[in-house]
């Protein structure tokens, strides 16, 4: 089970940090990945981690602005989203795959989504 949340309100250029804490198997042995579905838009990719925390990828709109990382003691998966901007407004989801993917449906568990809206 994940659980995203640290989503809200914020003026553009603000920071965000979105948290998914996981629960009920063995953490380090998934992939994570945070996607976004923004208002009439499909769902898309926006970063990935791998098992140990020391490979990531993102997209290309949000690199350098955007962090994933994970804690393993602790079952969590972090997006530190700094220099926001109202494209990144959309609801975030979080999620678990057993290996490392930008395609949706190579995830198997999804948290329930936490909304992020960045006014200009």
């Known amino acids: 089970q994940l659980q995203a949340s640290g989503g809200g309100l914020v003026q553009a250029g603000g920071s965000l940090r979105l948290s998914c804490a996981a629960s009920g198997g063995t953490f380090s042995t998934y992939v994570m990945a945070w996607f976004r579905r923004a208002p009439g838009k499909a769902r898309e990719f926006v970063a990935v981690i791998n098992w140990s925390g020391d490979s990531t990828y993102y997209l290309d709109s949000v690199k350098g602005r955007f962090t994933i990382s994970r804690d393993n003691a602790k079952n969590t998966v972090y997006l530190q989203m700094n220099s926001l901007k109202p494209e990144d407004t959309a609801v975030y989801y979080c999620?678990?795959?057993?290996?490392?993917?930008?395609?949706?449906?190579?995830?198997?568990?999804w948290g329930q989504g936490t909304q992020v809206t960045v006014s200009s």
């Open positions: 999620a678990a795959s057993t290996g490392v993917s930008v395609r949706s449906w190579s995830y198997d568990y």
